[in-house]
């Protein structure tokens, strides 16, 4: 590896070097204005055609540029106005240029699809993109709520701030099968394990375009990836230059159901500056300041080990009752066998007789009284992003980039238990050279998980500080006791659970008091390592990756593009995430691909690839890509793919060692053998085991699971060019799928007995399903051009996990139906000043499967909406805008927040 | 112009407006609910009671007790044993040494009540036949040991909240509370269920070792426990379980009379042995038995072990309370403490007879011997402690008199 690289950095060192000298003569200066409303437009492309020569017009519209002789002939474009080209002979004589803004649709250009520039109209596989534009005119508070309403786009929302987009099933708060990349960085937390792009990546200024591609894409992207990918870039500052600013204010939870009304702040700020055509940079701030959604689901859930369910009751009427939002009541005992039957036996033999009668003789099951989550969670949400790069244009065709991402966020986050991150941070920090024909990243992701905690935990333990759940005076003696006494006296089962209760949470204290923040403080603060519930996560990701096109030497035969990447993760929680005590935890990946494309008799183009990856822990794997693409006519293809995409399992799902209310979740590296004995202590399938039979887990090596997928797809213009259609099917196969398994091992070290279900040691071990998986589905999308700038479209979606066996839970989480419409005018009004859009999204209801909580959710409908006025003079922006208009409040997963209605007015200055 | 704006805004409005429509509700998460337990119905224990004609006298000292409250609280559920206005009256004339005879109209009864028994004496008595939750014959056992079902009545409340005196109702051989035959029952009421009883059943005052400590024809089994007893750690003293609330005792006590003569027997047989003469060891036989000191006689420690006897002692002990209207009425055998030693032991054979409605006649056998013990039964049905042979109820268990030594081998 080390040779790879060192003669890797030597070749791009020789292309660095090979400058050309330029004699700069002639001044060309000008400014391109939209021949429709006049106003200036910026980062608009001049170059020199028949080279690789140009600059951009900054945000006044002006460019300047130097040639060495007369005439030459100037191609100015910009996405969404029609390409000009000017002559110039005499560069005194230059005038202004007028640019048409263009209503041609799916003109746009698309990288991600096969790694090089294409026309999104030529892509061979399903792909979405949304522009800068698009996201100025979306009806939507954050540019990454605009991947909501694109095809075949689920989208699971913990919180305000954390939001997790995928495709075509699978999904969850924190999904590890999709694949979130900020300007080519992974942006997942290497020790979460879940992207974070919505609260640390590009801030909304920043965002040049959005690309997704639906549906397997490892071939291109590596492991990960299984389902989509989501590619984000940012606005380079040659480009985009000058400062702009975007003010957003808002309110939320205008009806008080789930706290007063407060307020929304969104601010940003970006100033880009060249400060010659070799040198430019750009610094970006934002900040998000809300009351965040609650989750408010307090309906009672029976907890199992793979699979709980919501059931009848509440606190009133279950002893028992453990509510999904409610936290501290996961502490539940049998009284009966455990303080009961003790008492029946010795103390009082004369009641041995009523006790037995007790609940019919059933187990009586009573769990401790919990806090809301609105009482123990911060209710204020803020995200901060800071983010810089320098750009240096080494040659002409290499442009040199140091950048950094910085982040800090507290918002809520549902994996296994609802986790509080608070102050979470992450940096990406990263090297880049650009060539035409070339490139070079390294690029470090720096994790700190701040003051992250397990929620439910954190109020477990409390309960615990106050008055501890055992012991002959603890909270369930007192309860039992008082129990029997209240029965003793003629009280209603009911009654006398009631009277227990009241009798047990003596002391106990309101989450407003001292007392409560205290000692809560105390836990939360506290590592888990040392019975707390603090996470102290600081694992990095360090990731070296070159990509050569060699199409320039290839081009005979085929285009053809290489690359290799290497990543490093030090996984370091100081054993509270990992099993990690005893020191950090490096895991090496390595990767490489190979990529060709040709086209044949004009009509087909056909790409393979194929791609190699091998991971320290795992056996190497390849994985191969095949497309193909038919040009029926102009604007007009079918695509036809086969990709493979697979996973590695996830650092959590090697290393972890995390115990989660009554469950200890590890991970699959061969080390938990031999720390958990297997050996001498095996493991036993928990659910068998609760159903009476003894069946014996033979831990199985981990291996990477993966998919093969077929799609099918048309994208064409229709209608003279004003509507545009996007139709694919899909069919996937997983095998290896990754899942979890809840595992008992005996308690005393002896042969296991029945006994354990309750006192044995809980594992949930990860493990692959030996059984196929299935999934298929459609989307099909059109957008169509009305007179006078008005646009309507519509997409659908359906997604279908098929072949599941019985018992299985594949946690698909994806609605059968889904649609998005979409009406709005880009400029309308007298001067075309004033735009609109509305966006209906409905989803169908489907059951929700959860590590945290499983049930079924309603559809769902979401109405969005803004109205915006242009001011040309300033180049901004005011908007009037909602979303969830309606304020009809929906949860996407279940132990969700329940989002309700967004209003927010809008400034934005110098926006382009 | 004019018409273009119209149109843009009319197509917008349009747009919104059916947008609007179609988002107008999302439906909440759904419930799970669990169907409603029916309402229920009637009058509440008190009222149903005061409006029963038969219950009046029992009313009548429900009231003196206080308890009316409590048992018309419709937040709590009870069962109550009710001695109807019959069985009243023959308690308040036994109550009263015979001053208000039978047949005294019941406005002389009431006024008894009302004068002369005290209230804690009728709280006594009706928190002693008011047990918590509905207890229907259905969720009666008819199983041999009874079911030992709390009531109301806390003895000592400072020693605990929780300690109860128990009752111990069975639907073997009929429907009975303790040894009293209940007359109609499951009759309902909004808070509870009613059963009548024969007779009042009063709560036991006393501890079955003060009974043996105190009946001058138990004296020989008194001495045998104390013999028992002797060179025994504390906690497995005989006496202390028949002296604790918690036990739950059947006291098969051998009269005095049954004592000397198996042990007459027993030292004779033992002296012939060593070679007296029959009469020599008669005659010594005869004078060594004939005091309860027998047991403390240093000179039959030998013979008499403390072991011995407490094994012939605890061999007259059941660990669960059995009044004769328990007894099967088919032989059957049953264990005793001795298998707590001996845990093969085969017990001993119960049988009762039955008459109207009392058990006529009932007895025991030990395994070794030849004939079976008879219980003295009460001269008169229901004759309470001190003066009764038979069903003698105290705090901890029930003592019947028998007239064998029962010999476990």
Same mark, same amino acid.
Do not use: C
């Given at each position: 590896m080390r040779k790879v690289t060192s003669h890797l950095v030597a070749f791009l060192l020789t292309n660095l070097f090979t400058v050309t000298a330029f004699a700069q003569e002639i001044s060309i200066s000008g400014n391109v204005k939209n021949s429709n409303t006049n106003e200036a437009t910026g980062a608009v492309s001049v170059s020199i055609k028949g080279t690789t020569e140009g600059t951009f017009t900054d945000d006044k519209g002006n460019f300047k540029l130097s040639v060495k002789s007369l005439p030459v002939t100037l191609l100015i474009s910009s996405v969404g106005y029609e390409l000009k080209e000017i002559t110039v002979n005499n560069a005194s004589q230059f005038s202004d240029v007028k640019l048409k803004p263009s209503s041609a649709l799916g003109q746009e250009i698309v990288v991600s699809a096969s790694r090089v520039p294409q026309k999104i109209m030529e892509s061979p596989v399903s792909i979405e993109r949304v522009s800068a534009a698009a996201i100025r005119t979306a009806p939507a508070a954050s540019f990454y709520d605009v991947v909501t309403s694109l095809k075949g786009v689920d989208v699971t929302t913990s919180s305000l701030t954390f939001k997790t987009p995928t495709t075509r099933g699978f999904n969850s708060s924190g999904n590890t099968r999709f694949n979130q990349l900020v300007d080519g960085m992974d942006n997942m937390a290497p020790g979460l394990n879940f992207s974070v792009a919505s609260i640390i990546g590009l801030s909304e200024l920043d965002v040049d375009n959005m690309e997704l591609l639906s549906g397997a894409s490892s071939a291109l992207y590596g492991p990960g990836g299984m389902n989509g990918t989501l590619l984000m870039t940012s606005k380079n500052p040659f480009k985009y230059q000058g400062f702009s600013f975007?003010?957003?204010?808002?309110?939320?939870?205008?009806?008080?159901? &789930?706290?007063?009304?407060?307020?929304?702040?969104?601010?940003?700020?970006?100033?880009?500056?060249?400060?010659?055509?070799?040198?430019?940079?750009?610094?970006?701030?934002?900040?998000?300041?809300?009351?965040?959604? &609650?989750?408010?689901?307090?309906?009672n859930y029976a907890r199992a080990?793979?699979?709980?369910?919501?059931?009848?009751?509440?606190? *009133?009427?279950?002893?028992?009752?453990?509510?999904?939002?409610?936290?501290?009541?996961?502490?539940?005992?049998?009284?009966?066998?455990?303080?009961?039957?003790?008492?029946?036996?010795?103390?009082?033999?004369?009641?041995?007789?009523?006790?037995?009668?007790?609940?019919?003789?059933?187990?009586?099951?009573?769990?401790?009284?919990?806090?809301?989550?609105?009482?123990?969670?911060?209710?204020?949400?803020?995200?901060?992003?800071?983010?810089?790069?320098?750009?240096?244009?080494? $040659?002409?065709?290499?442009?040199?980039?140091?950048?950094?991402?910085?982040?800090?966020?507290?918002?809520?986050?549902?994996?296994?238990?609802?986790?509080?991150?608070?102050?979470?941070?992450?940096?990406?920090?990263?090297?880049?050279?650009?060539?035409?024909?070339?490139?070079?990243?390294?690029?470090?992701?720096?994790?700190?998980?701040?003051?992250?905690?397990?929620?439910?935990?954190?109020?477990?333990?409390?309960?615990?500080?106050?008055?501890?759940?055992?012991?002959?005076?603890?909270?369930?003696?007192?309860?039992? *006791?008082?129990?029997?006494?209240?029965?003793?006296?003629?009280?209603?089962?009911?009654?006398?659970?009631?009277?227990?209760?009241?009798?047990?949470?003596?002391?106990?204290?309101?989450?407003?008091?001292? &007392?409560?923040?205290?000692?809560?403080?105390?836990?939360?603060?506290?590592?888990?390592? *040392?019975?707390?519930?603090?996470?102290?996560?600081?694992?990095?990701?360090?990731?070296?990756?070159?990509?050569?096109?060699? $199409?320039?030497?290839?081009?005979?035969?085929?285009?053809?593009?290489?690359?290799?990447?290497?990543?490093?993760?030090?996984?370091?929680?100081?054993?509270?995430?990992?099993?990690?005590?005893?020191? $950090?935890?490096?895991?090496?990946?390595?990767?490489?691909?190979? &990529?060709?494309?040709?086209?044949?008799?004009?009509?087909?183009?056909?790409?393979?690839?194929?791609?190699?990856?091998?991971?320290q822990n795992f056996k190497g794997r390849f994985t191969p890509r095949a497309t193909l693409l038919f040009k029926v006519k102009e604007n007009n293809n079918i695509r036809l793919s086969y990709q493979t995409a697979y996973r590695f399992p996830s650092n959590q799902q090697q290393y972890i060692n995390l115990g989660v209310g009554s469950v200890r979740l590890i991970g699959g590296n061969e080390g938990f053998a031999t720390l958990f004995n297997f050996a001498g202590n095996p493991l036993y399938d928990f659910e068998d085991l609760r159903k009476g039979n003894f069946n014996k887990v033979n831990v199985q090596q981990l291996k990477p699971e993966s998919l093969s997928s077929f799609e099918i797809g048309y994208k064409g213009l229709l209608m003279q060019s004003k509507m545009l259609v996007d139709l694919y099917g899909y069919f996937g196969q997983y095998q290896d799928f990754l899942g979890r398994r809840v595992t008992v091992q005996s308690n005393s070290g002896g042969p296991i007995a029945l006994s354990d279900t309750s006192l044995g040691n809980r594992l949930s071990i990860p493990v692959n399903s030996t059984d196929k998986v299935k999934t298929y589905g459609f989307g099909l999308s059109f957008d169509y051009r009305l007179p006078r700038n008005f646009t309507i479209g519509a997409n659908a979606a359906s997604d279908i996990l098929t072949d599941v066996p019985t018992n299985f839970v594949a946690y698909f989480n994806a609605p059968k139906y889904k649609v998005n419409a979409s009406f709005g005018n880009s400029g309308f009004g007298k001067a075309k000043r004033l735009g609109f859009n509305i966006n209906y999204r409905w989803t169908q209801g489907f059951l929700y499967q959860g590590d945290f909580a499983t049930g079924n959710l309603p559809d769902v409908q979401t109405l969005d909406a803004q109205i915006s006025l242009k001011l040309p003079s300033t180049k901004s922006i005011l908007k009037l805008g909602a979303n969830n208009l309606l304020n009809q409040y929906y949860y996407n997963a279940i132990g969700n927040s329940q989002i309700g209605g967004l209003y927010y007015l809008s400034f934005g200055y110098n926006i382009y | 112009m004019k018409y273009n704006i119209n149109s843009i805004k009319i197509s917008f409005l349009l747009a919104f407006s059916a947008m609007t429509i179609l988002a107008s509700c999302n439906k909440d998460l759904e419930q799970i609910t669990s169907p409603a337990a029916p309402e229920a119905t009637g009058s509440v224990l008190g009222d149903t009671l005061k409006a029963s004609a038969n219950d009046s006298l029992y009313y009548r000292l429900i009231i003196k007790s206080g308890l009316l409250p409590t048992i018309n609280n419709k937040t709590t559920t009870f069962t109550m044993f009710v001695p109807d206005n019959n069985a009243m009256r023959i308690f308040i004339n036994a109550a009263s040494g015979g001053l208000v005879p039978l047949n005294a109209p019941d406005a002389v009864f009431s006024g008894f009540i009302t004068a002369n028994i005290p209230a804690a004496t009728a709280a006594g008595i009706v928190s002693y036949n008011v047990c918590p939750q509905a207890l229907t014959t259905a969720s009666i056992p008819n199983s041999f040991p009874n079911f030992q079902y709390p009531s109301i009545l806390n003895p000592a409340p400072a020693l605990s909240a929780l300690l109860r005196l128990t009752t111990f109702p069975t639907t073997r051989n009929g429907a009975w509370l303790n040894n009293v035959p209940i007359t109609a029952v499951n009759l309902g009421a909004y808070n509870g269920v009613i059963h009548h009883t024969a007779f009042v059943v009063t709560p036991p005052q006393r501890y079955l070792w003060d009974r043996i400590n105190s009946d001058a024809g138990l004296t020989y089994l008194k001495a045998a426990i104390i013999r028992a007893d002797s060179g025994t750690a504390a906690p497995g003293f005989l006496q202390g379980a028949l002296l604790n609330i918690g036990a739950n005792l059947t006291v098969f006590a051998p009269t005095d009379a049954a004592f000397q003569a198996t042990l007459t027997g027993a030292i004779y047989q033992a002296l012939v042995a060593m070679g007296v003469p029959p009469a020599t060891a008669l005659a010594q036989a005869t004078a060594l038995a004939s005091s309860p000191t027998v047991f403390s006689n240093p000179a039959l420690y030998s013979v008499l072990t403390a072991q011995t006897v407490k094994g012939i002692v605890v061999y007259h002990l059941l660990g669960s309370r059995a009044f004769t209207n328990n007894f099967p009425t088919t032989t059957t055998s049953y264990r005793t403490l001795l298998n707590s030693a001996v845990p093969t032991h085969p017990g001993i054979d119960l049988t009762a007879v039955f008459g109207v409605p009392f058990v006529s006649s009932a007895t025991v056998k030990g395994i070794a011997n030849a004939t079976a013990a008879s219980v003295v039964i009460n001269a008169s049905p229901l004759t309470p402690d001190p003066s009764g042979t038979s069903d003698q109820h105290y705090l901890n268990g029930v003592l019947h008199k028998i007239n064998q030594v029962l010999l476990p081998q």
């Open positions: 975007l003010v957003k204010v808002g309110m939320m939870h205008t009806d008080g159901r &789930q706290r007063d009304l407060s307020a929304y702040n969104n601010w940003n700020v970006r100033w880009a500056k060249k400060i010659s055509e070799k040198f430019a940079f750009k610094i970006n701030m934002e900040l998000i300041s809300a009351k965040d959604w &609650q989750g408010t689901d307090y309906r080990a793979t699979n709980g369910a919501v059931k009848a009751g509440d606190r *009133q009427s279950d002893p028992n009752y453990d509510g999904i939002n409610v936290y501290g009541d996961e502490t539940t005992a049998e009284i009966r066998s455990a303080v009961l039957n003790a008492i029946g036996a010795s103390a009082a033999p004369f009641l041995k007789n009523f006790i037995d009668t007790l609940n019919g003789g059933r187990a009586i099951n009573v769990s401790r009284t919990g806090y809301t989550e609105k009482e123990v969670t911060n209710p204020n949400t803020v995200n901060y992003k800071l983010a810089g790069s320098l750009h240096y244009k080494v $040659t002409s065709n290499t442009e040199a980039v140091l950048a950094a991402y910085w982040g800090t966020g507290s918002t809520v986050y549902t994996g296994s238990e609802r986790y509080s991150l608070k102050d979470f941070k992450m940096g990406q920090y990263k090297f880049e050279l650009n060539n035409k024909n070339w490139s070079f990243r390294a690029y470090t992701t720096q994790e700190n998980a701040g003051e992250s905690y397990n929620t439910t935990v954190a109020t477990r333990l409390f309960n615990e500080t106050w008055k501890p759940s055992g012991g002959a005076t603890g909270w369930f003696s007192q309860y039992a *006791q008082t129990y029997l006494g209240a029965r003793l006296n003629g009280l209603s089962d009911p009654d006398a659970h009631t009277a227990a209760r009241a009798t047990a949470d003596v002391g106990r204290p309101l989450a407003s008091s001292e &007392q409560f923040k205290k000692a809560y403080d105390g836990i939360r603060k506290k590592p888990i390592s *040392q019975g707390g519930a603090l996470l102290l996560d600081k694992s990095d990701l360090y990731s070296v990756e070159g990509n050569y096109n060699l $199409t320039h030497i290839t081009k005979a035969f085929a285009d053809v593009i290489v690359g290799v990447n290497y990543k490093k993760y030090v996984l370091n929680s100081e054993g509270t995430l990992f099993a990690d005590s005893a020191g $950090t935890i490096g895991i090496g990946e390595f990767g490489a691909y190979l &990529q060709a494309s040709r086209k044949l008799m004009d009509r087909i183009s056909i790409t393979a690839s194929g791609r190699y990856d091998k991971n | -």
